[in-house]
T-cell receptor, first 112, second 109 residues
């Protein structure tokens, strides 16, 4: 079992560029999450998906979009990257009724 | 927003000392998790507590969930350098997890 995988591991973007962060899980989990983690702060929820085909906003959704077309994949898009989006992005999945999350290794994004 | 505050933010102790980390909120949570995160990696679940007043022990780590399910504590006995890391608490409600800002623990040999 690979668990939760994220690609890419590192990315550098210029202001205004767009990109998609990819997340995949092989545990047949219903729920998936995207977080960002900034220095000195915990994880802040960007978007989450309770099931395939559904998505909801979290605490900091502005400037991002998501899609969950397949149960095992959750994509995070940056429409027009800004320096404020420089962060480490974590994807997680869970059996919602167990309330246990499994995290990917993270994507370190720098926007210049 | 269901805010979780952790204290202390930083803790640097000698190997063998005991310590307690706190996680407090004004919100009630249906469950609360503790995670440990090492540099360059994602958080890893340590424990989930569900019932108010619940105490769980994991070797040298003791976790407690407050009676009102608004707060929690993590106590480490005889800390070791391998305990070094960022400790995060997370409350769970309505399919969402709310994270505290974390306690950065450094255990010196």
């Amino acid at each position: 079992n690979a668990g939760v995988t994220q690609t890419p591991k590192f990315q550098v973007l210029k202001t205004g560029q767009s990109m998609t962060l990819q997340c995949a899980q092989d545990m047949n989990h219903n729920s998936m999450y995207w977080y960002r983690q900034d220095p000195g702060m915990g994880l802040r929820l960007i978007y989450y998906s309770a099931s395939e085909g559904t998505t909801d906003k979290g605490e900091v959704p502005d400037g991002y979009n998501v899609s969950r077309l397949k149960k095992q994949n959750f994509l995070l898009g940056l429409e027009s990257a800004a320096p404020s989006q420089t962060s480490v992005y974590f994807c997680a999945s869970s059996y919602s009724w167990l309330a246990v999350q499994y995290f990917g290794p993270g994507t370190r994004l720098t926007v210049t | 927003t269901q805010l979780l505050e952790q204290s202390p933010q930083f803790l640097s102790i000698q190997e063998g000392e005991n310590l307690t980390v706190y996680c407090n909120s004004s919100s009630v949570f249906s469950s609360l998790q503790w995670y440990r995160q090492e540099p360059g990696e994602g958080p890893v679940l340590l424990v989930t507590v569900v019932t108010g007043g619940e105490v769980k022990k994991l070797k040298r780590l003791t976790f407690q969930f407050g009676d009102a399910r608004k707060d929690s504590s993590l106590h480490i006995t005889a800390a070791q350098p391998g305990d070094t890391g960022l400790y995060l608490c997370a409350g769970y409600n309505f399919n969402k997890f709310y994270f505290g800002s974390g306690t950065k623990l450094n255990v010196k040999p």
